[in-house]
């Protein structure tokens, strides 16, 4: 079975136009590993590391394979606190832990530094020079542009509409990734507060692909071959999945998560932001059922309310609950598969081939 190239699987050195989605919280080194060795770009998510822990992952990938890998981090703007809204929404909660004979936290903290405003985290992503980074969220300066770029990281960055895409290209990114309003996780919109144009991905994709001049990755419910052949066929320059490898064994993601991703709840999956304070596309749960009926009080800003919603999910945890969990994932999630990663990417490459051979 033959490669499938075109400029950007060259520029990075890949085999497939298929990029593993980082997915902070699910992906790991040895996802990374399988896929990277498989012949796609394979990604770990760091937004939520240390920088040690981070630069101990990108030491674990290296460790295993000689291939390209990507790595993402989160660029929003750093969280205002606000007592006020954090003491209100943890009353809010209160009745939820008391479900689970827990006490909510007394109170809450910017539990992620943004990377825009973190400069430990971007100095070493200068030193260790992966061959990839991207960016959602946002962009960081310009300068850590210019230091990436310097130190020859190919730089990627994730937009949900066409204005995005423009202030992408004119950062001097190299790629865009069009997240489309199916994919799971959080939405990588520039301003929260802002208007949401929801554009399904293959509409973005070739939106972008007519006004920009660099290349676009499609994402967003992209689950087979079929799909990826799909976006190809519109332009994209490659294809990124990240719900489709939620289920490899590689994957973090725990028992209850699984189950649910092969339950009716992934026939209903809900854009909120009442989990980590940022919209992200979830699993129907209980936390997205609870969250439906309370949309009356403000959510403190992301990563804030994160904190509020890990202690929950490990309180409903302890209890023997998993319905409170960041079950993130997209649209496509009744068609998933279970299978090691490298696996799954040699039958999305077969797949891939067939549907554009037909």
């Known amino acids: 079975m033959g490669a499938v190239h075109n400029e950007l699987t060259k520029k990075i050195g890949l085999r497939w136009p298929i990029f593993q ?70 009353a809010k909660l209160t009745p939820l832990f008391e479900r689970f004979s827990a006490a909510p936290p007394v109170e809450l903290h910017e539990i992620y530094k943004s990377f825009s405003a973190d400069t430990d985290m971007q100095d070493m992503l200068v030193q260790e020079r992966p061959s990839v980074v991207s960016f959602h969220f946002g962009l960081p300066p310009a300068a850590v542009i210019s230091a990436l770029h310097n130190a020859g990281v190919i730089l990627l960055a994730s937009a949900t509409s066409l204005a995005e895409g423009r202030q992408v290209q004119a950062a001097g990114i190299d790629c865009v990734v069009a997240q489309g309003w199916e994919a799971g996780g959080h939405r990588g919109v520039f301003d929260p507060e802002g208007a949401d144009e929801r554009l399904p991905a293959l509409e973005l994709t070739q939106t972008l692909v007519a006004a920009l001049d660099i290349p676009v990755i499609a994402a967003g419910g992209l689950m087979d071959g079929a799909d990826i052949a799909a976006a190809l066929s519109v332009g994209a320059s490659s294809a990124q999945l990240g719900t489709a490898f939620i289920d490899c064994p590689e994957s973090l993601a725990d028992a209850g998560y699984r189950t649910a991703l092969h339950s009716d709840a992934a026939k209903d999956t809900m854009m909120l932001a009442q989990i980590s304070g940022r919209a992200a596309r979830c699993l129907a749960n209980d936390f997205t059922v609870w969250a439906a009926q309370n949309g009356d009080v403000q959510v403190p800003d992301y990563p804030i309310a994160y904190d509020a919603g890990k202690a929950l999910n490990a309180a409903a945890k302890a209890a023997g609950s998993t319905g409170f969990g960041a079950q993130w994932a997209g649209m496509g999630a009744p068609r998933s598969r279970s299978m090691p990663a490298a696996d799954l990417v040699a039958d999305l490459a077969a797949e891939m081939q067939i549907a554009m051979a037909g």
């Open 21 to 90: 989605a980082p997915m902070a919280g699910v992906s790991t080194p040895a996802m990374a590993v399988a896929v990277s060795n498989a012949g796609g770009l394979g990604a770990v998510g760091i937004g939520a590391a240390s920088v040690d822990q981070a630069r101990a992952m990108i030491h674990e990938i290296r460790a295993a394979t000689d291939k390209p890998f990507h790595v993402n981090v989160f660029c929003h703007p750093p969280a205002q606190a606000d007592a006020e809204v954090e003491g209100a929404w943890l």
